[in-house]
Every structure is written in C-alpha cells, then in structure tokens.
DNA sequence: GTGATGTATAAGTCTGACTTTTTGTGCCGG
DNA sequence: CCGGCACAAAAAGTCAGACTTATACATCAC
C-alpha cells in the first residue's frame, strides 16, 4: 500500500520510527547516532540522514554533546503522513483512529459546503460516479469495491473544496476508512443510511446547495463518530 | 520569533526551504545535490542532509541518475510548520493565510465544543484570564497585548479540546492571528463584537455548554472570513 | 520498429580524520 | 561551604575522497 522506504536511510526510518512513535523509546530518551548505525549496521552517514528526517518531524531532537532525544508526544508532527502511518500500524492505532475521525467531523462537512459551490463539471460526474459505485457494490460483502468508491468519493469531495489545506487530508481520509473497514466491522455490509447520504451528497454538491451539502455530510460523520462510541448512538 | 537553522544544513534549509515554496523552482525542475553544495558552499553531506528533509516535507523526490526534481505544489506536507512559515513568509502569504483561515473556521468551532466537556479547571481558568486580558488591551491601540492574549485564548481551546489534532494547530492559529495583525488591520482596535464572543466562549466552556461553545466560536471564524472577503459582509 | 546491450551520470554508501560545542567536573579561592 | 573558573571529555557536526549502484538514454543488432 505505502511505498517502502528508498534507500539504506529508508530502511532505517521504517524500523526506528515506528519504534519511536510506539513509544519503545519513551520522550527523554537519549541515542547516539553511532551506537544507533551499528544496531542498524549502516554507517554514520546513512543514520544522520535518518535522523535529520526524524528531527524535522519534531519526533528527535539532536543537540551536542548530548544525543539524540526524544521529544514529547505533544511535540511530535502529527499531520505527517509518515508519522500517520507509522502511529496507525502501531499499539495506539484505535486511539490514533479516533483522534483523525474527529478531525474528519470538523473538516469534512465544510469542505463538502465549499465544494458545492467550488466543484467543476468533471467533479461532480466524478462524485455521482463514486456514489454509484458504493450503490452498487454495497450488498453482498464486496466490501474491498465499496471502500474503493467511498475512499474514491470523499477525496473527490476534499480535492472539490478548492482548499489545499482539505484536499491534502485525502490520504488522511482514506487511511481511517481502510483502516475502519480491515480492523472494525469488516463482517457486515456498510450501513444503507451511509450509501443513501452519499448519493444525496452528490446530488447536493451538483445542485450547489452548500448548505445542504454540509449539513448530509455531518450526518455522515456523525455516524463515523457513532461507529468508534465517540457519540452515544 | 522561529528558531532560525541549527547547523550547516539548517542555514541552507532556511535558504532553500522558501526558494522552492515560493516557486522560484518551479515543480519539475531538476536540481543536483553537487551543484547546491557548491552553490551554498558545504560538503556533500550537508547538502544531502538537507535535501533528505525537503524529501520528507515532499518538496523535492531525489531519484539516482536523475538528481533532486521539485514536486508539484498539490503533494507537499502543506500542515508542515517550517513548510507554513516558509510559505507565509513569502509571496502566497495572502493565499496560505487564506486558506488557513478556511481550516480555522472548520475545526475551532467544533474544538470549543469539545473544550466544552472536556476543559479541566485550570483550562477554564487560563481561558477566562485570556478573555480579560483581551478585554483590558482592546482599546487604546495595545494591539501588541491584545493578540498575546487572543493567541493564548485559541490555544488553550484547542489545547483542551482533548484532541492530538485540534492541539497541534495552535501554532497555525499563532502565526495566522499574527500575520493578520501584523500585515493587515493592525491600525484599528480589534472589533468590540469580537472581544465579547470571546468573554462569552469563555463563559460558554466553563458551564460545559458545548452547543453554544461550538455556535459563539462559530461566529468568531465566520467574523475572520469577512476581515479576508471570503465571505459576504 | 522492437528489443538487447552498453555506457555515462548522478545519487548512494562508506570510511576516517578533524572541528566545534557543550556539559560536567574538579580545582581553587573566597 | 559555596561560587566561579578553567579544563577535559564526549558526542554531534563537518569535510574530503574513494568507491558502488541504479538507471536513463543512446546505440546497435535483428
């Protein structure tokens, strides 16, 4: 799914920051960049790479004659989608899942409004495309097509919004819904209320009723709460 | 205001970093690593440090044979802070503060609601003394003391909405209160209506009204909207 | 035109020596 | 006993150079 990493430097960040955001390293810890290339069995400059990395997304802190610290959780780059992969593959991957549904409930319902206001021909074909799609594939436990299309749909609805800061969250979105679908409930088929809300976003965004748009979109998200207990049903 | 570049690679990071925000090598373009550690005069190594952090802001993809290419604009880490200021620091300001407050508008409301429930006392408490120090500096062009305090207020918000994600957007609410202050209004004092939606969130939290946290927030973004003419008057 | 082969290129890797900053310590004087 | 100052050790930071590897591109055979 995500590509693995390039390169010896690569290799390293995919075993050590894992660790880290784990936790295996609590926040204070001290490594040594020299120590940490033989347990890697690289060489100094391969690790400094690696450690350059870990550092600009504010998990390590690099100063003289001390180390390499961890940093507190607080300070960590959490919207890197490194460190979202990273967080999502380890032990606090369902509090970590709560966390970004949240965001989605905040974000998602206002996109959806701009979108319907913002959204071009080729996007709305694309949206009443991706609604068909779950349509069609929601009976039958051909669960892996229907979370292509609503992958599909709600990054479309991102991108659709005109704001770059909304559409980079695509590959947020759609980490959460795979993730939802593999680990939580991949036994039944999806809720018919979710397909139908869907459907009606689509036709919302056509007709350019944001307001509309925004309010089916919250029920959507509304439900994704429901889903996690972060709502009481 | 930011800590400017630790070390060799830092310094041509603050060099390099804005140079390609600002598109003065524009998506597609090929650099080589030798070529740039000539040109910033530092070894190899310093440059290739440097070039793996933009790797991992996706700014740049380094490929053998090839050289380091620009990534189009849509794939950067756009929630990266360093990315954030270096954008806003060059000639998309008005467009990153923009699009900004469009993520502000979306996640403070439904931070506030949150905060509402989940605000310990000592939150509650910073939060009022927030909202007073906003009201003692709203009048008589202290407008250096009134954002310290407006600054302070949303963090503590998003900080007490419980959330990991919500949390670490304060230093975006940070740098988009004061590039506000510091580059556009900051003749007048602060609109009255603004002070008291901030006294009254305050209040709102503090008896765990997270309904009317979330509406009176709402209207303090929706008042951000119109200082930018993202919305109608 | 298509496919195999070769070659030049730029990143990737490693090593070892040297520099610089910073912490801790121990000595000395007060 | 304490405060400050100088010194030494430790770890990151920097550099230079040699070597390796992947790969785009051109060339050639079919």
């Known amino acids: ?26 926040p ?20 400094r790479e690696a450690v350059r990395v870990l550092e600009s997304m504010h998990l390590v802190e690099s100063r003289r004659r001390v180390g390499v610290t961890v940093r507190p959780k607080a300070e960590w780059n959490v919207y890197d989608p490194q460190v979202i992969r990273w967080r999502l593959a380890g032990a606090d991957r369902p509090h970590q899942l709560r966390s970004l549904t949240v965001l989605r409930s905040a974000v998602e319902p206002v996109a959806a409004g701009l979108a319907a206001t913002n959204a071009t021909a080729r ?59 593999h680990h939580e409930v991949m036994f039944e088929d999806p809720d018919p209320a979710a397909v139908t809300l869907h459907v009606q976003v689509a036709e919302a965004v056509r007709a350019g009723d944001a307001v509309r748009a925004e309010e089916l979109t919250r029920q959507i998200t509304v439900g994704a709460l429901r889903e996690l207990d972060i709502l009481a049903p």
């Open 1 to 26: 799914m995500t590509t693995p990493g390039r390169g010896l430097h690569g290799r390293v960040l995919d075993s050590l920051g894992p660790a880290i955001t784990a936790g295996e390293y609590p």
């Open 28 to 47: 204070g810890s001290v490594l040594r960049t020299d120590e940490l290339a033989q347990h890697f069995e690289v060489s100094r400059s391969v690790m």
């Open 123 to 181: 996007q709305c074909a694309e949206l009443t495309e991706c609604a068909l799609g779950m349509v069609a594939n929601s009976r039958g436990h051909r669960l892996d097509q229907y979370l292509v299309h609503d992958v599909a749909f709600h990054r479309v609805v991102l991108n659709a919004s005109g704001n770059e800061m909304f559409a980079r969250l695509g590959d947020v979105v759609a980490e959460v819904l795979t993730g939802r679908t």
